[in-house]
């Protein structure tokens, strides 16, 4: 696709922006850095990325970008808005001293996390910071679902590996997205940006 055929411009900083925040905002639940009191704070910043990543995926489909504009269209269903349902609801079911069963959330997580799986070896075409990034992504998920159906031997040890594969994958995309913005903007490139593994 020629640059004319495009009517708007790359969405995709504005996308890794809101994966980066997301993934900080998990990791400081996931690592203990934040109480899970931060709940309900985490929830109203995940609604405003779900925005950022709705706008992102109508675009890349707009640009027929399919790999991307899928994944941002279920992040910004499943990371952000589900995300932050799920996170409230489960806060206040808890404040309420109402039962609830959690558990449920690693089928859901892990039938996303095999979607997620499946469709990231298309981003081996994409700078491999991008293929890299959501590598960290997956093992994040993995230990997601691990704790959501109540593994008990080595908790804290997955809890931190996930923690911080997700610190990782926020830091990589927030270097992609500088390094996306600087180099347009600027019309050379100012911060490297990674050949794909496959041309």
């Not at 039938?111 to 997620?116: C, D, K, P, S, Y």
């Amino acid at each position: 696709m020629s640059s004319q055929d495009h009517l708007f411009a790359n969405p995709l900083p504005a996308g890794l922006g809101a994966l980066a925040m997301a993934c900080f905002g998990f990791f400081a639940l996931l690592s203990g850095k934040v109480t899970h009191d931060a709940a309900p704070i985490l929830a109203a910043w995940l609604i405003g990325g779900f925005f950022v990543q709705i706008v992102v995926a109508v675009i890349e489909f707009r640009d027929k970008n399919l790999p991307g504009a899928n994944v941002f269209l279920v992040f910004s269903a499943i990371f952000m808005l589900t995300g932050a349902l799920s996170v409230s609801a489960k806060y206040f079911l808890h404040k309420a001293g109402m039962p609830f069963d959690a558990s449920i959330e690693g089928w859901l997580w892990l039938a996303i996390t095999l979607w997620i799986c499946i469709v990231l070896p298309c981003f081996l075409k994409s700078p491999k910071i991008l293929f890299i990034l959501g590598s960290f992504l997956c093992i994040a998920l993995f230990c997601l679902i691990s704790l959501d159906f109540g593994v008990v031997a080595g908790r804290a040890m997955i809890a931190k590996t996930g923690a911080y594969s997700l610190l990782i994958a926020g830091s990589l995309a927030i270097y992609l997205a500088g390094a996306i913005s600087l180099n347009t903007h600027f019309g050379k490139q100012i911060l490297p940006i990674t050949t794909p593994f496959i041309k």
